[in-house]
């Protein structure tokens, strides 16, 4: 069994099947997708190899999550400009800036959280305290790809002719 701190090892056999050495059970994608919501570290080997495959398990969830009626959260043109950056010099700086960017992201949200826990239940006035951390999100949101464009055009001093 793992230490408190290091992750949980996940094994993939060659039948697809997903083994948690943690708890010594069969699991699935969805099993997967439950311990991150969670903040369960855990990395996914081949059960043959040894070879680490967490990038690709976690890529498979994604695909699966977003293949679900109402569950899309990448909006195509975010997936053409994801793929546009492949092979590109920016590729190196997206993960780093997607990375920085959920954290934050991550922080408003849970700030957002709080302030609706606190106006649930309340008058219809505290309910209207609501619009205020939306537009903080939304700004946020804004700042981010405004700081992402600008990363941007260092990297391409001379824009396309269009």
Known sequence: MAAK?????????????LYNTGTSTYVTLEDLAEMVKKGVEF??????????ITHPVLTQIIFELENKEGQ???PI????????FYGDQMQMIVPSFLEQSMIAFSKEQERFREQMKGALG?????MMKIA????????QTRRNMEM???AMR?????????
């Not at 205020?132 to 700004?139: H, S």
């Open 5 to 17: 701190d290091e992750p949980i090892i996940i094994k993939k056999y060659a039948n697809r099947r």
């Open 43 to 52: 990395t996914v080997q081949d059960a043959k190899t040894g070879d680490d």
């Open 72 to 74: 899309n959260m990448l």
């Open 77 to 84: 043109p975010f997936l053409r400009q994801l793929i546009a």
């Open 122 to 126: 309340k008058s219809p006035l505290d």
């Open 132 to 139: 205020t951390p939306i537009k903080a999100l939304e700004e």
């Open 148 to 150: 992402f464009q600008n």
């Open 154 to 162: 260092l990297f391409t001093p001379f824009p396309p002719a269009g």
